[in-house]
């Protein structure tokens, strides 16, 4: 069964300190992989995402990811964090079916605090 | 272009009372699924609609259900509320094909049982 795993809840980084947060997923395919960011009350914003090609994926306010097959695994970095990146963090796959379906799988999410 | 908008923003509903959210999609989309989110179980996919045809479904009751309307809004509604029924009702919208899977959500729908 496909699942996603976010190995740390929580995290706290000084701010202009650069910064990784860990996900692994289970998919018996290439996955469609997300990464999303959701400040409190509100939704899912979408940061970057993988289908194919090229491993490094940039996305938006300054986040990048690298997909590693052999690690099964999809880490969001940023090099330098912002207070305004305090937020809780998600990454999700895509299920694919013949039908190309709808369905996100989401890790449990890492909380990430951003020291002064 | 407007975002995904949700409607109410915040529900609050008493034990055995029914419920009924309220999904309008961006401008475009014909997909239109729903999550929930809480703080036990993290975000579970309910269900899916394309083409006002339920094409997907998590492993919920039957107490949740869902439709979807000729211009793509989409509606669910829980009957008979439980206590773990409350949490935060997530729906986002997407394009057919490839593009499909790439979600845009919701503000959300906080629900409270009481």
């Known amino acids: 069964a496909q699942s996603v795993t976010q190995p740390d809840i929580h995290i706290t980084v000084s701010e202009g300190a650069s910064l990784e947060l860990r996900c692994n997923y289970s998919?018996?395919?290439?996955?469609?992989l997300f990464w999303y960011v959701q400040s409190p009350g509100q939704g899912l914003q979408l940061l970057l995402k993988?289908?194919?090609?090229?491993?490094l994926v940039q996305g938006i306010k300054g986040f990048e990811a690298e997909f590693k097959r052999s690690q099964s695994s999809f880490n969001l970095r940023k090099p330098s964090v912002h207070w305004s990146d305090a937020a809780e963090y998600f990454c999700?796959?895509?299920?694919?079916?013949?039908?190309?379906?709808?369905?996100?799988?989401f890790g449990q999410g890492t909380t990430l605090q951003v020291k002064p | 272009k407007a975002g995904v908008t949700q409607t109410p923003r915040y529900l609050i509903k008493t034990r055995g009372q029914q419920v009924t959210l309220s999904c309008s999609p961006i401008?475009?989309?014909?997909?239109v699924s729903w999550y929930q989110q809480t703080p036990g179980q993290g975000l579970q996919f309910l269900f899916e609609?394309?083409?006002?045809?339920?094409?997907n479904k998590g492993n919920f009751p039957g107490r949740f259900s869902g439709r979807q309307f000729s211009n793509s809004r989409s509606e669910m509604n829980v009957s008979t509320l439980e206590l773990g029924d409350s949490a935060l009702y997530l729906c986002?919208?997407?394009?057919?094909?490839?593009?499909?899977?790439?979600?845009?959500f919701g503000a959300g729908t906080r629900l409270s049982v009481l």
């Open positions: 986002a919208s997407s394009l057919p094909g490839v593009a499909k899977n790439i979600q845009y």
């Open positions: 998919y018996g395919a290439t996955p469609y």
């Open positions: 993988y289908f194919s090609g090229d491993t």
């Open positions: 999700a796959v895509g299920v694919q079916g013949s039908s190309n379906t709808g369905k996100l799988i």
């Open positions: 401008s475009g989309h014909r997909s």
């Open positions: 609609y394309f083409s006002e045809t339920q094409r």
